[in-house]
T-cell receptor
Framework: GAVVSQHPSRVICKSGTSVKIECRSL??????MFWYRQFPKQSLMLMAT?????????EQGVEKDKFLINHASLTLSTLTVTSAHPEDSSFYIC?????????????FGSGTQLSVL | QKEVEQNSGPLSVPEGAIASLNCTYS??????FFWYRQYSGKSPELIMS????GDKEDGRFTAQLNKASQYVSLLIRDSQPSDSATYLC??????????FGSGTQLTVLP
């Protein structure tokens, strides 16, 4: 089945540094990818929708200058957390619907646990 | 009104019992529904999808859909401790983004 690869799985960084998270679709083209954030014991919160070749669409309350999204190819989307602070510590997950079919199930990356010291 | 609402948890059932998880949704356009299971510290994994009214069975799992009532449920028969996880309900294709319910945390007690 379709696979979404997400790296790194865990990252620890100092406050003020930037962290890049990659999400790759391995055997299908992902024209769209979703980025979620999940705090402990809470559900997934959609941060932004990444569109190949165009600007990402951010959800209300998500700072686009802090969470930079790049979707330069049909198989790769990246999320960069700029100037990370402890409150950005969270579990970040990407997902993609196959072939842009919004009515189909999502394929999830394995998630990235970000800890900002 | 929230787009997706799930029965509040946490839910505890003894091993071997039936666990019942419920979900209501507000968007009448939704034609597909998915149940995901998420273990702590892991990303969600799909366990059931349902598109038509009625029941769909897959092993110990049965999804039930009632589009008129905008209600979808998941039954887990012969619950096992390994079923202990958070279960997320998600309608698909109804909006620009796929929304998740808050999840129901299930604990199966040995």
């Amino acid at each position: 089945g379709a696979v979404v690869s997400q790296h790194p799985s865990r990252v620890i960084c100092k406050s003020g540094t930037s962290v890049k998270i990659e999400c790759r679709s391995l055997d299908f083209q992902a024209t769209t990818m979703f980025w979620y954030r999940q705090f402990p014991k809470q559900s997934l919160m959609l941060m932004a929708t990444s569109n190949e070749g165009s600007k990402a669409t951010y959800e209300q309350g998500v700072e686009k200058d802090k969470f930079l999204i790049n979707h330069a190819s049909l198989t790769l989307s990246t999320l960069t957390v700029t100037s990370a602070h402890p409150e950005d510590s969270s579990f970040y997950i990407c997902s993609a619907p196959p072939a842009g079919r919004w009515d189909e199930k999502l394929f999830f990356g394995s998630g990235t646990q970000l800890s900002v010291l | 009104q929230k787009e997706v609402e799930q029965n509040s948890g946490p839910l505890s059932v003894p091993e071997g019992a039936i666990a019942s998880l419920n979900c209501t949704y507000s968007d009448r356009v939704s034609q597909s529904f998915f149940w995901y299971r998420q273990y702590s510290g892991k990303s969600p994994e799909l366990i059931m999808s349902i598109y038509s009214n009625g029941d769909k069975e897959d092993g110990r799992f049965t999804a039930q859909l009632n589009k008129a009532s905008q209600y979808v449920s998941l039954l887990i028969r012969d619950s096992q401790p390994s079923d202990s996880a958070t279960y997320l309900c998600a309608p698909g294709g109804s909006a620009r983004q796929l929304t998740f319910g808050s999840g129901t945390q299930l604990t199966v007690l040995p």
